[in-house]
């Protein structure tokens, strides 16, 4: 089973159900109990390239921090209760985005042109890649993936902001 980033849009009154219904020394329990009801994606692991296609493209300091919080979290947000003792969070522990920086986050997203941030990058699939670090892994169309990504991502982030909700983010 490959790893991948799941953003999830969650409720107070979830977050608040789960975290009293999970015991933090059962992490198996905790897994099996988290099961965001309000809908989630998966990013595989574009995060780190969509975070850079915005610097190589230069759009600048605030869409740059807004992208990099959609993807990375608001340390702020204190969900340590979330999945405790998961086997996966070598690759980074369960992060959140309050209501507040959600709809913030969302507006910043949806001011983005992405086609333009793509067209930004070098022509050749594979010259895109080397740009973006590398970290794309397979894919052989990296605008593509990463324009799909982009999409579900701002996606997410307008349903959060307009229902008023969380956004949780964690590696599986």
Do not use: C, K, N
């Amino acid at each position: 089973m490959a790893v991948t980033l799941l953003l999830a849009r969650v409720s107070q009154r979830y977050l608040d159900a789960y975290a009293a219904a999970v015991d933090p020394g059962d992490p198996e329990g905790a897994y099996l109990a988290w099961d965001p009801p309000d809908g989630w994606t998966g990013l595989d692991w574009s995060s780190g390239a969509l975070v850079e296609s915005a610097r190589y493209a230069g759009l600048g300091p605030e869409r740059i921090a807004a992208l990099g919080t959609a993807v990375g979290g608001d340390p702020a947000v204190d969900v340590s209760f979330v999945l405790p003792g998961h086997p996966w969070s070598a690759f980074g522990r369960p992060a959140a985005v309050g209501p507040v920086e959600v709809a913030g986050t969302a507006r910043t997203l949806g001011g983005i042109d992405w086609s333009a941030v793509m067209a930004a990058l070098p022509g050749e699939d594979g010259a895109a890649i080397a740009a973006l670090g590398g970290v794309l892994g397979p894919t052989r169309d990296p605008r593509a993936y990463l324009s799909g990504r982009f999409a579900a991502l701002r996606e997410l982030y307008g349903t959060a902001a307009h229902h008023g909700q969380f956004v949780v983010l964690w590696w599986d």
